[in-house]
């Protein structure tokens, strides 16, 4: 079970690498939590983004994923809900007065918020649920095993990648959380910074047609 050749794993292996290093809702999430709240919440975001695309490997594993690549009605509820969350984060960093910062950001409440945060911001996006549905099975091999427990090993795999991109970027993000800790007007621009990010993100995601 599972033998592959060492020119699928690096041409897998490559590609979720390239992959994790493309921008989107996610990465945004990350940095801006750690810029806002310093590494930890970097982190709690960065845990919860992946547990959010778990639940999505599994659905393409097992086809519940192929709903959303069906079904328009389906794939236009969630969405809609996605874009909406993102748009919502996007009104709340620009309502900011830079203040987030300075209040009590390291609370095991705060971090489990971020935490959610991050886990709905992943499930609520199905350009994601439709990506591992067209990437993984590229990489299944005939008698290599069972092919729901292919799909399932890519996918994890690819959010396993992501432990070699994220961290640095958090800990990137964390320098500048020690300045804007200290500059409440660099910190009010960062939030109108990020919460245009975050409205172009919704709103790209709510102009997303159905493949």
Known sequence: MFDYTFSH?????T???LLNLSPGPDMAFILSQTVKKGMPAGFCAMFGIW???????FFAAFGLSIVLATSAIAF??????GAIYLIWLGI??????????LTNNKDNHSMAKVFKQGFWV???NPKVAIFFLAFLPQFTVVGAGPINAQLFLHGILVIAVAALVEPPIILIGGKLNSYLSN?????????????????????KLALTRKI
């Not at 236009?76 to 809900?81: D, E, H, M, P, R």
């Not at 709340?92 to 910062?101: E, K, M, N, Y």
């Open 51 to 57: 547990l959010g695309a778990t639940i999505h490997v």
């Open 92 to 101: 709340q960093a620009l309502r900011s007065d830079g203040s987030l910062l």
């Open 183 to 203: 500059n409440r007007k660099a910190s009010k621009w960062m939030d109108r910074w990020l919460g245009g990010v975050f409205i172009s993100l919704g709103i």
């Open 15 to 17: 590609a979720a690498f």
């Open 122 to 124: 992943a499930v609520l």
């Open 76 to 81: 236009s509820i969630v969405k809609w809900v």
């Open 9 to 13: 794993w690096f041409t897998f292996l």
